[in-house]
């Protein structure tokens, strides 16, 4: 009897502690992959991050990804893309065909990471063909003695979201990558996002309610 108990205490000592990670897993699994394009100023600049992962469609073709050299942003054809011009694989995205603004401003006077497009008036969103499913993405547009007042920007927020699609029948993909357009700075790597803090609160409150039924045992 003795030797049948011991595991038990053992379990009742650090099935909480392994309650805490399993809980994270399972609440961060449920989220959907996306990629934000954040406008903003900088130092007199307006600069646009590309910051994500997407696990992407299967169905793709393949095409020169910008129309511009260098980046740009255009409102009326929710057009704005970073990184370096390159061939690129293209997905269909639906979504708005334009954004609030006025701006049509090309080419961004730096740019840097992988290119990527999104074409909101030919429902289409670009991406270098190397990039791998799931990794992060980072690229960026920098546009030079500029304002987000001056490109008719007059409010910060979200602009618009696109979802991609397969591009043909036959593609099982079912992620519904996202795509977002939003006024404003990046949120600080040092700020705790909604997901970890959600897992967390349901981590501890899963090991409580185990903690309680091993005492049981």
Same mark, same amino acid.
């Given at each position: ?44 600049n ?22 511009? &050299? /260098?980046?740009? #942003?255009?409102?009326? +054809?929710? %057009?704005?893309? !970073?990184? =370096? ?40 969103f ?6 791998? &499913? /799931?990794?992060? #993405?980072?690229?960026? +547009?920098? %546009?030079?003695? !500029?304002? =987000? ?6 409010t ?59 005492q049981?045992?």
């Amino acid at each position: 009897m003795p030797a049948l108990l011991f595991p038990a205490q053992r379990c009742k000592r650090y099935s909480p502690l392994l309650a805490v990670p399993a809980a994270l897993l399972l609440v961060q699994g449920d989220a959907k992959a996306a990629l934000t394009y954040y406008i903003f100023e900088s130092a007199g600049n307006v600069e646009v991050q590309a910051v994500g992962s997407l696990i992407l469609p299967n169905s793709s073709s393949q095409h020169n990804c910008l129309t511009v &050299p /260098g980046g740009a #942003i255009i409102a009326s +054809a929710a %057009f704005i893309c !970073t990184g =370096l011009e390159d061939i690129t694989n293209r997905y269909s995205a639906l979504g708005p065909t334009s954004f609030n603004g006025t701006a049509s401003i090309s080419p961004a006077n730096s740019v840097s990471g992988i290119p990527t497009s999104l074409l909101g008036d030919v429902l289409h969103f670009a991406i270098d063909p190397d990039y791998t &499913p /799931g990794t992060p #993405i980072s690229s960026t +547009a920098t %546009f030079n003695s !500029t304002t =987000l007042a001056g490109l008719g920007f007059t409010t910060t927020g979200l602009l618009g979201t696109w979802t991609l699609q397969p591009l043909d029948g036959s593609d099982p993909y079912t992620a519904n990558d996202t795509i977002q357009v939003v006024i404003g700075a990046p949120p600080s790597a040092s700020v705790p996002g909604p997901l970890p803090l959600l897992g967390a609160g349901a981590a501890f409150g899963w090991a409580r309610r185990l903690r309680k039924r091993t005492q049981h045992l």
